[in-house]
């Protein structure tokens, strides 16, 4: 389902395919999983191969925000497909996470 880059208190997760009903709940325990290590500051999530995103999906991204905010740690997104972003402007939420057309625009 994903691919976990790691680097000094900086991950990147890259879920690849369909963020949907069947796999939003293991990719949700991913993100908070990864958020609770006391060594990560940052968690990049790349979006490049995602091909669709249904509420499941976005609302484990969400999840994931709240908790990253809660625990002062950065929560951004990138390489989000013009299709991808659609489903966040449509809700209003590309004004709530930081989206990032490429991984050389993030701010570490």
Do not use: W
Request: aromatic share 8%.
């Amino acid at each position: 389902m994903q691919t976990v880059l790691k680097s000094h208190k900086i991950q990147v997760i890259r879920p690849y395919g369909c963020l949907n009903a069947t796999n939003a709940l293991e990719f949700e325990r991913d993100l908070t999983t990864t958020l609770a290590q006391e060594d990560i500051s940052n968690l990049f999530v790349d979006l490049a191969d995602v091909e669709s995103l249904d509420s499941s999906g976005l609302m484990a991204l969400v999840s994931a925000l709240k908790l990253a905010q809660n625990l002062s740690k950065g929560f951004q997104l990138y390489s989000v497909s013009p299709a991808i972003r659609i489903i966040f402007e449509l809700t209003q939420l590309d004004g709530v996470f930081e989206i990032f057309e490429h991984k050389a625009e993030l701010a570490v």
